[in-house]
Every structure is written in structure tokens, then in C-alpha cells.
């Protein structure tokens, strides 16, 4: 009788074990996908600046040394929102590209393609992780 108690007692800790492994790789994945909506959220907002800002888009990409206000504070919000930026130190700094996109004949406003790309690195962990936005811009005008 004292050995089946043994057992299972055994079984039961076995059981707690696994219980106690599944919530922690549960929380790891739901930390995870906070970070990925963060990164989604930041490359959507800095998209919506380039439309609105369509006027000093050649300003946005890391092409343009010099400093303009809202693309540094823009990193500086991703450096706030995710673990594992470095923006003194250049570690995993949010790059912003943009390139010509493409053209229709009578398009008197040619869009331009932009690459938004947001590295970061959980705490703790050794693979460092990546979203990538690319979207077109465009000047907009109001028709009469």
C-alpha cells in the first residue's frame, strides 16, 4: 500500500511538472505576440506619418543623415515598446527605406515604396526577431 502511494504520488508530481512547463511556454508565446503587435502597430504609425508628411518623405529613410525630429522619435518610442534596442549603442535600430514605386501613365504624383523593418530580442533570448512593413505612399490631392 505504501508503494502504490509512492506512485502515485510520483504520477500526480509528473503531472504537475508538465502543467508548470505548458504555462511557461504559454507565457513566453503570449509575450511574443505582444512584441509582434507592438512592431506592427509602430511600423503602421510611421507609415500613416509618411502619407501625411508626403512632402518631406526624402527625410524618413536612414539614406538622410541628417537628424529629423519625427523619424528620431519614432525610434525612440520602439526602443520604449520593445526589448532589445539600442539606438546609442546601434543595436538593432528600426531602418526605414524608401525607393520609387511604381508609375501609371498621367500619374502627375508618382508613389513611392517604403520598408519599414523593427528588430528586437526578448529578454533572455538568443534569436532576435523582425516585422517588416513595406507599403506605397502617394501625395494625395482633393478633387474639385
Do not use: C
Not at 80 to 97: E, F, M, N
Not at 116 to 142: H, N, S
Amino acid at each position: 500500500m505504501l508503494i502504490e502511494a509512492l506512485i502515485g504520488i510520483l504520477i500526480f508530481s509528473i503531472g504537475i511538472l508538465a502543467l508548470i512547463g505548458m504555462q511557461g511556454t504559454a507565457v513566453k508565446n503570449a509575450t511574443d505576440a505582444r512584441y509582434r503587435s507592438d512592431a506592427a502597430y509602430l511600423a503602421n504609425r510611421i507609415a500613416a506619418q509618411l502619407r501625411l508628411d508626403f512632402a518631406n518623405i526624402s527625410s524618413y529613410p536612414d539614406s538622410y543623415t541628417p537628424n529629423y525630429q519625427p523619424r528620431t522619435d519614432w525610434r525612440t518610442q520602439v526602443q520604449t515598446a520593445l526589448p532589445g534596442i539600442d539606438l546609442t549603442a546601434a543595436q538593432r535600430v528600426p531602418s526605414i527605406t524608401v525607393a520609387p514605386g511604381p508609375t501609371f501613365a498621367g500619374d502627375s504624383h508618382p508613389t513611392s515604396q517604403a520598408v519599414i523593418t523593427i528588430w528586437w530580442q526578448q529578454p533572455g533570448d538568443t534569436q532576435q526577431r523582425q516585422f517588416q512593413l513595406i507599403t506605397y505612399v502617394a501625395k494625395y490631392e482633393l478633387l474639385p
